[in-house]
């Protein structure tokens, strides 16, 4: 496979579930990316990753937990979500974050929460 | 702080004519990179073109240009000969340094401009 895939593509959970969404990046980069898109609101940045080591955390509520064991794997862990936690989760890579490139996205998981 | 407006919520194009989409910025950071991603209804963003704060000329990718004003701040994308297939979400981003992050351009984007090309 090429590029950047995310598993699963849709998601319906509880709010008392657990669930994990995985991002795998093909590309070689060393910085990976979570976003969250929203209907009404701007792509929201969550997480950035440079070489598995966390450089950015937006003011996330904890019941998000980002996981990278590798450069090229990513994971995102949800656990007692809250309606307002459905969206399209994106996961993006670049080559380096302390440089200009642009990023590669993957599909999404579209999350509901119910 | 990093700031991406985008005024246009949807525009309209006739089939082979050119559309400029609109896009501001802000940032207090020297160094920073403008980009446009494209956004079919399948979900995946795609990247289109780039611009170097430092860049002297606009950046062209085939039928996309950027109207890079700098004093302005504005980045603005020129589809030419539209087609049917650019109907899509389009999104503007910054990554500038700000004041985070150790070094890493952190990415800011707007909320987008719906583009419908007519037949």
């Known amino acids: 496979e090429t590029g950047v895939t995310q598993t699963p593509r849709h998601l319906v959970m509880g709010m008392t579930n657990k669930k994990s969404l995985k991002c795998e990046q093909h590309?070689?980069?060393?910085?990976m990316y979570w976003y969250k898109q929203s209907a009404k609101k701007p792509l929201e940045l969550m997480f950035v990753?440079?070489?598995?080591?966390?450089?950015e955390n937006n003011s996330v509520p904890s019941r998000f937990s980002p996981e990278c064991p590798n450069s090229s794997h990513l994971f995102l862990h949800l656990h007692t979500l809250q309606p307002e936690d459905s969206a399209l989760y994106l996961c993006?890579?670049?080559?380096?974050?302390?440089?200009?490139?642009?990023?590669?996205f993957g599909p999404g998981t579209r999350l509901t929460v119910t | 702080a990093q700031k991406i407006t985008q005024t246009q919520p949807g525009m309209f194009v006739q089939e082979k004519e050119a559309v400029t989409l609109d896009c501001t910025y802000d940032?207090?950071?020297?160094?920073?990179?403008l980009f446009w991603y494209k956004q079919p209804s399948s979900g995946e963003m795609i990247f289109l073109i780039y611009?170097?704060?430092?860049?002297?000329q606009n950046a062209t990718e085939g039928r996309y240009s950027l109207n890079f004003q700098k004093a302005r701040k504005s980045a603005n994308l020129v589809i030419s000969a539209s087609q049917l297939g650019d109907s899509a979400m389009y999104f503007c981003?910054?990554?500038?340094?700000?004041?985070?992050?150790?070094?890493?351009?952190?990415?800011?984007f707007g909320r987008g401009t719906s583009l419908i090309v007519h037949p």
């Open positions: 590309l070689g980069h060393n910085a």
């Open positions: 611009q170097g704060s430092y860049d002297q």
């Open positions: 981003a910054m990554r500038a340094k700000g004041h985070a992050s150790g070094g890493s351009y952190i990415p800011t």
């Open positions: 940032t207090s950071d020297p160094s920073y990179g």
């Open positions: 990753y440079s070489l598995e080591e966390r450089v």
């Open positions: 993006a890579s670049s080559q380096d974050p302390g440089s200009l490139y642009e990023q590669y």
